[in-house]
C-alpha cells in the first residue's frame, strides 16, 4: 500500500494508523501549498486523486481508497490482531463510527476556519463553535483512557491528529485537562512517535 500524505494534515491519522498496523505500506508526501498540487516524486495528484486532498491509500491491488475514516477502519480490518477497531457488526463498531463521524463533522471541520478564514471574528466563531464539542469529548476522556476504553484505536489517531491542530493555530486547551491528558498520552505512543518523525513533526 502506499499512503499520500501532507505533514501535519488529517493524513496523520493514516500514518499512524498504518505504523500501528505493522502493515506494508509506503507513503509520499503532497504538497497542498502551491497549484497544482504534486507529489515528492513530481506528478500531479490531481491525477492520483481528482478530489485533491490527503489521505488517499493506493492499495495493492491498484485501487484508491479515499476519505480518512473509511481508510482509518480498512486499515485496522486487515491488522484484527491489534485491535485498532472493534470487530464488524458490533455495537461497538458503530460506536467507533459514530466517534469517527464527529470527529470528521464537528472537530476537523470546525478547525478549518481557523487556518483559512480571513478575518479574526471569523476565527474567533470558529474556536467559539468548537467550544461545547471540545467540552463533550472532555467529559468522555474524564473518565477512560481513549475514547473507547483502555484500547488506543483508530479513532484516537484521527483526534490526536485534530486536537493537535490547537497549537498551530495558536489556541489554548488549558479548559479541557482531559484533553492535554490525551494528547500527551497518545504522543508518548510508539507508532505516534515514528509517524510525527517521518513527517518531520518532530
Known amino acids: 500500500m502506499k499512503l499520500y500524505y501532507s505533514p501535519g494534515a488529517c493524513s496523520l491519522a493514516?500514518?499512524?494508523?498504518?505504523?500501528?498496523?505493522?502493515?506494508?505500506?509506503?507513503?509520499?508526501?503532497?504538497?497542498?501549498?502551491?497549484?497544482?498540487?504534486?507529489?515528492?516524486?513530481?506528478?500531479?495528484?490531481?491525477?492520483?486523486?481528482?478530489?485533491?486532498?490527503?489521505?488517499?491509500?493506493?492499495?495493492?491491488?491498484g485501487e484508491l481508497l479515499t476519505?480518512?475514516?473509511?481508510?482509518?477502519q480498512y486499515i485496522a480490518d486487515h491488522a484484527l490482531d491489534k485491535r485498532l477497531a472493534p470487530p464488524n457488526g458490533t455495537l461497538e463498531r458503530y460506536r467507533l463510527q459514530e466517534w469517527l463521524n464527529f470527529i470528521a463533522t464537528e472537530i476537523h471541520k470546525n478547525f478549518s476556519p481557523l487556518f483559512f478564514a480571513k478575518t479574526d471574528a471569523a476565527k474567533d466563531e470558529a474556536w467559539q463553535r468548537l467550544q461545547p464539542r471540545l467540552a463533550l469529548l472532555q467529559r468522555q476522556l474524564e473518565t477512560t483512557r481513549y475514547l473507547q476504553g483502555d484500547q488506543f484505536g483508530v479513532a484516537d489517531a484521527y483526534l490526536f491528529t485534530c486536537l493537535s491542530w490547537a497549537q498551530y493555530v495558536h489556541r489554548s486547551l488549558a479548559d479541557y485537562p482531559s484533553l492535554l491528558a490525551f494528547l500527551q498520552r497518545v504522543a508518548e505512543l510508539p507508532a505516534v512517535q515514528q509517524a510525527l518523525k517521518d513527517e518531520g513533526l518532530v
Request: a negative charge; charged letters at 15%.
Open 14 to 61: 493514516s500514518h499512524i494508523a498504518l505504523i500501528a498496523s505493522g502493515l506494508p505500506f509506503s507513503s509520499e508526501k503532497v504538497n497542498l501549498r502551491e497549484m497544482p498540487h504534486t507529489t515528492a516524486s513530481g506528478a500531479d495528484f490531481s491525477a492520483i486523486n481528482p478530489k485533491g486532498y490527503v489521505p488517499a491509500l493506493q492499495l495493492d491491488n
Open 67 to 72: 476519505e480518512g475514516a473509511a481508510i482509518l
